[in-house]
Structure formats: C-alpha cells, structure tokens
C-alpha cells in the first residue's frame, strides 16, 4: 500500500492509517456520576418541647434502614437506565457543609439528596447539578417535603434566590421522574465541552460570519477544531492510492448493499467512493478523540476530491454512534449533540417546510438507519438529489413512529419542542430522505413561532428532557402543544 507522506497540521495518511484497519464504532458516552446523600437530623424528646421537625427519620436506627433502602432502590434504578450511569457511595450528613469531607464529591456530575431533615443550604455552591428526592409515601415522610420550596428554593421569600436549583429539580417519590432528570443530565454533562471537527470550518446557517460558532463556544463550551479543505483532499488522494484501504472500502459497500431491506439503485462506483471517504473521515476522528463531525460547503469541495458526496457516510456513522452534521450549521449542531446524548439514538438533521393541515415535511438527503439506535430502517441507494451525483441514502422511517422535533432560533438563545408523528415517507422532488410527520400544535400557532431554519428530529419522545437540560445552560425552551 502506498501510504504517502501528507501531512495535515503534523498528522500524515501513514499516522492515520496508523490508527488500523478495523472499523471502529465510536466511543460511547460517559457515564453520568451520582453522588447520593442523605441529609438526617436525629431528635431526643425533650418535656414540653416542641422541637421535634416533621419526618419518619427521627433515631439512628432509621437512619441505618434508609441507608440500607437507598442503596436498594439505587441498585433498581442502575438496572432499569437507559444512559450510562455510576454511583458513589451514599454519604449520610446531617447538614450540607459536612459533604466538604467526602472527597468523592469532587469527581460527581450531581448530588442526588435524599433530604430526610438536617439543613441543606449550601448544596449549590459545590458547583455540581443537584436533585432532590423527596419521601411523602415511598418511605419515612421527609422533612424537606414541607419545607423545600420557602426555605430553600425561595430562602423565605416569594421568588427563587437558589442560583442553579429549581423548582423542576425537586422528585417527590416516583423514580420514573427520577430517571428521566437524570436522562437529561447525562446527555447535558456529555454535550458541554464537545470536541467537533470541523471540515472547512464552522459556520451558521445564513448568519454572519464567526457570530454563531462563537455563541456556541460560549453557551455550550464546544471545542471546535478546523480542517481546511485543501489538508482533507491531500488525505483522501492518498486513500485512493492505499491499496488495502481501497479494497476494505468496496469490501464494506458490497456488505451493506446485502443487509436486509437494502435496495441498490445507482452503479457501485459512487458507494465504493463513499465509503472510502468514510474511512477517511473515522479515521480522522479516532486520530483527534472525539465522536463528533461536520462537513462545511460538501457539495463545491467534496464532490471533485472523492467523486462522491458525503451523504452515505454521514447516514453509516451516525449509525455507529458517531455525531455527523452536514452543512457545519452551527445554529443546529448543538441541539443534535444534545439529542444524541439525552437518547443515545441518531438524529435526523433536517429542512423543515411550511406546516398545513397538521402536518409538516421533513427532508434531507442523508439521515441515518438505525433512528430506535439499534434497528435498521428500510433504504434506498439513490443519488443526492440536487446534483444527482454521488450516493445517498432515501431511509424509508416508519409511519407511526414518535418523534421529538428540536427547532433553534439564529441567537443561540430559544429554542421550541414539538412532538410528532410519522405519517408517511414519501417519495417527493426534494432531498431523499423524507418524513410528512402530524405536528402536536395548530398548524398556525407553528407557522407564528418558527425560528432559525434546520431542524432536528429524533425518534422517542425527549421533550421533558431537552427543555431541562436546555435550562441549565441559560437558552429558553418553549413546548408548542
């Protein structure tokens, strides 16, 4: 194989070809870090006192027992998760500065407190997420159940003077609300300071110059890492001239036409290309460390460098757990970083059309197979459609499936949810792949509100937990319907 010598800011072909032959899927999230405390209060009984506060916990013995009930419902809870997740030991405190002694503290996400009596001003300022569990009819009856919100949150006045916890940060018995914060916290703690490539340099749809990758650099602290054009097409020249590389790309193209529900209908050339460029682009990101991509301007510069477009290896790595974004729009990139992260599943950057009749269209021509995260859709191999060139996936989505819409404004600073509904996939002169999905709000009141222009859609209903996790970053959230 005739590696070369390229060489792109220090990094050759030969140091990427370096990092293997194996196609490797993409580093999974991490987990989310949770430390438990319970916060108790013991009481002795005093003659014609009234000193003792509201709750079950009131001896050292039922301090034990709700030790002993927390690390049993823990171990439920890590069983039943969707997201990857870890558990410190629970620390028992009887206030919030006793937890400066666990040195354990310092490497959690969140403090999930099980507030039982004790005092917990002060849990804010060890910097970490934090979300109470409440007992009113799950266990011994919690103290805080009375008191958190004007002691607390409110610090005995009428407005919320807790920077950083919140009102939607307190669960009262169910384990299910429970989840789904954390959910969203997982996806928050793993989208904050995400490292993106960024082929031909970030940018915003239609906005003006750095304006929002800068904004998102600031409200999302994402590491944004150039590569110019001209370094990417010295390394795709010398894939083709890599013999062995060449060979596992036509390798790879031959086995995916052959997966099931697979319809080929263009000439193999431009999926063999496609995957080559792919091979490219995985290998790029192993070399750098990170999961996330996105391709600026694909059609003027990666067409004439690998004689394909860019829109198959978007659909198979998003398939693998890896993050690719065309067009290195900015505006929408972090709301699908979020998604992925919160759900686990691949998203489906899209251009959203005028909504009528309760429906609403949905298109691009890429988007991936595996949208439930584990399953492939049916597929069609066509061209992309306004070049009719390359190769590019038309992902047949299935009508009736849930779906959780993410609309960004151009500022960076509000976004909308909607929820909807595949109706159907049809087959229309636009981008390939394409939803008709019925839209959870008056078709009007959708119009009236639109902001920003791509979207992204994800299957599942995430609603709750992008709105919370959106709030912790400062950028309003508005569900429509």
Known sequence: AALGSVTLGGLSWSALAATGPEVRPAPPRRPLVIKPVLIYATYKPAKQSSGRSWGGIQTQQ????????????????????????????????????????????????????????????????????????????????????????????RQRTDEQKIKGVEPNDVVVDNPNEL????????????????????????????????????????????????????????????????????AMARKRAA????????SMEIPQQPLDNAFLLEQVFRKLMVTHGCRAITINGCMSTIMPLSETTACMPLSTMNDDGYMF????????VPAGVLLVNISGRPNFLNDPTYPHDGIITLAHCTAPRKMDGKNLEPVRILTHFESDYGAAPKVEMKPGTKVTNIIPDFKVNRYLGLRGEIVCAPFLPICRSQIDIKIACPEQVLAEKMVGFHWMTIYGDYIKEAGYALKKLGIGWEVLG
């Open 325 to 332: 974004f065309c067009e290195s729009d900015f505006v929408v």
């Open 62 to 153: 039922d301090v034990d027992q709700e030790l002993v009930r927390i690390k049993g419902e823990l171990e439920k809870l890590g069983a039943r998760v969707d997201f990857p997740v870890q558990f410190l030991p629970v620390a028992a405190v009887q206030n919030a500065n006793e937890l400066a002694k666990h040195a354990d503290v310092a490497t959690a996400d969140v403090l999930l407190v099980y507030a039982a009596g004790g005092w917990v001003e002060g849990l804010e300022k060890y910097g970490k997420h934090v979300v109470f569990f409440l007992r009113h009819y799950s266990g011994p009856l919690s103290l805080w159940y009375e008191i958190v919100s004007p002691h607390y949150l």
């Open 179 to 246: 989840i789904w914060r954390l959910r969203a916290l997982c996806g928050l703690v793993n989208t904050v300071g995400t490292k993106i490539l960024a082929i031909g340099g970030p940018a915003g749809w239609a906005q003006p110059g750095q304006v929002v990758p800068d904004l998102v650099r600031k409200k999302f602290k994402f590491d944004i890492v150039t590569i110019d054009y001209a370094d990417l097409g010295k390394l795709i020249e010398a894939a083709k001239k890599d013999t062995a590389e060449v």
């Open 255 to 262: 086995e995916y036409v052959k997966l099931p529900g697979t």
